[in-house]
């Protein structure tokens, strides 16, 4: 008997239109979805009138559950995995069933579509050839400000998703443990009515946060700008600076700075103290 296949379903993370005709068209097919929690998916499925049996698998039952997934799949029943929002597995279960799936020789055949954290990342400005997904953090303060001790010499994009409650408290661990200057964006609410992307400094977006408290509500993914290495790359660095020499000749110095950081990917304070050193 032909086995199953294992689709991995991208759902939107906000607005229904994001999802693909090929992901609706596969829920049309499968026997059976797998979704993290099956009364949050039924609107999505009663929206585009898809009738599927639907069984739940989250991080409480997800073992037991993959072992009667496995077994369907062997029947030859085709099924579709889904997350409450965007691409399953990214911070939400999956990945044990996935890999179970695998060592079944089973078909695991992904159907991509949205992610907060990839569409955060493409609208942010930072630099984007390498990046590290956190995810949420700790939800412990002790254990969360150790995470981010370990992460402060990161030369690469990071990126986190933080819950409303602690997002104010987030902030402050980062400005204790990046510093003042370090550059971040804000990507609250993506998709939706009250969708943000902010750029700034994380004093600057913290600030924004507390201005209004209904700012602090939502789903919020945190970008902050890699670390700079001490030493920088002799080459780059000459480059830089004919970079800032140029657009101080014809820039205010916090402008030029500012641009030069953005062209370059340098970090801004550094950049800064280039400046000063050539005494522009």
Known sequence: MK?????????????????????LDILNQVAVIAAEDTRHSQKLLQHYGIKK?????????????AQQILEMLAEGKDIALISDAGTPTISDPGYRLIKSAHVAAITVVPIPGACAA???LSASGLPTEQFIFEGFLPSKATQRKQRLQALSSETRTLIF????HRVVEFFNDLITVFGPEREAVLAKELTKTFEKVMAGTLPELKNWLEADVARVQGEFVILIHGAVAATEDADAEIAIRNTLK??????PLKQAVALTAQLTGAKKNWVYELALQSKM
């Open 118 to 120: 990839i569409a955060a």
């Open 3 to 23: 086995m199953g296949i294992l689709y991995i379903v991208a759902t939107p993370i906000g607005n229904l239109a994001d999802i693909s005709q090929r992901a």
């Open 161 to 164: 998703y933080e819950a409303p």
């Open 246 to 251: 140029i657009l101080a000749n014809e820039l």
């Open 53 to 65: 049996t639907l069984i739940s698998l989250h991080e409480y039952n997800e073992q037991a559950r």
